[in-house]
């Protein structure tokens, strides 16, 4: 039996992997899926050729993660390509909100609203490595740089209130900012969405929303690569029933939702963790719905054309009620659409000449509904023609999406409903989130601190707590990272 045992090979699981592999110990990774990578995925869902990213697909924190900044994706063989524009907002009469790599360019196009644009971000960019510590922390620590975390927060305050349109003076910033925001699954205007509005927007100024040449599975696959140099190994296909398989383990490290705790391990968690489990709230869920197009969207906005990522929804009030709908469990006749157009800078995702188009859907948690109609509506709405360019579709509903990933209950991609409780405590109240009452037994998914988001933090911060406590290595996951490997004593 290996030192350490992993279930579960999303970016969680395989990034705890690789630090306590780094640490010298033999690890092994169980996976039920047939392919590792959970949701960095990429699989061809629609025409041989046409490459989809099955769930995440623009990625924000791969080059500003401190994981992945310790790691160093591209040193390991992980193109990043940034687009000029890192992501686009239409509004009808074809005007839109374009987030630009370059900060200037942004506020220079945001005519009124630039200066209020300039005095929300500028001063968050200047640090933004502070703000990604702050945001990708265990959130049990005082945050290194204070002054940085307390703009934040203030900002974080004022987006998350009724105070959130003061700033503005037109409609085109506001719903830019709140495009980001409806990332989380829950009306815009709570505390936690604001906040990832805001990290989100800093970055896309930062270093862009990259995009992985040849789809987010370049991402796992660099883990695995140098998990497997270290001497561990990943076991695709093997559905974990029950915990008592790795008995013989010093350490397990579960990358999963709550729910899955429970159903391999419930028999020996004590009653009172048990029914906080159980009582881990799921959130608003995702309909996924991939194209191969003939041609790339038409967008009737100019920079649409340039963008990684476009936000469908029209303005902030519109918004607002298609998250509230879903919030009380109804579907938005307008649904929220998030679309990643990967061959704005990866030509390698579609034959000459075709194009791969991600999109999703917000809807109700469970829903069996396929929405691609009302999907196809939203884009047709600022991008006519689009519908004429459609030669294949696949469609994942909410209700399916556990049968892709078992993390992802009722289609929650977030893994836990990002409310503000849930956001500092999950998945139950506990000074240390990562361990169960199970000695040896650590929880490292989405379902912990920091939350949802390609970034490998909540195994980072696991492994922390398994070196610790398990083998008594103390040193920083991070320099761990950093160092050649060691062999464990």
Known sequence: MADVVVVGSGPNGLAAAVILARAGLAVEVYEAEATAGGGSRTAELTLPGYRHDVCAGAHPMAAAAPLFRAFDLTAHGVELLAPEVSYAHPLDGGVAGLAWRDLDRTVAELGPDGPAWRKLFAPLLRHWPDVVDLAMSDLRRVPSGLA???????????????????????????????????????????????????????LAHAGGWVIPRGGSQAIPDALIAELERLGGRVHTGHRVDSIDEFAGARAVLLDLAPAELLRIAGHRLPARYANRLRRFRYGGAACKIDFALSGPVPWRADGCALAGTVHVIGTRAEAMAAEHAVAMGKHAERPYVLSIQPGVVDPTRAPAGGHTFYTYAHVPNGSTRDVSEEVIGQIERFAPGFRDLIIAKNVITAAEMPAHNANYIGGDISAGAMTLRQFAFRPAPRWNPYATPIPGVYLCSSATPPGPGVHGMCGLHAARHALRDRFDVRTDPLDLLRAPAVQYR
């Open 148 to 202: 940085t975390s307390i703009r934040f927060g203030l900002r974080t305050l004022e987006q998350g209130s009724p105070l959130w349109n003061v700033r503005f003076r037109d409609e085109v910033a506001p719903a830019l900012l709140t495009g980001i925001a409806t990332h989380a699954i829950i009306p815009p205007r709570a505390i936690t969405a604001a906040g990832a509005a805001l990290l989100l927007g800093t």
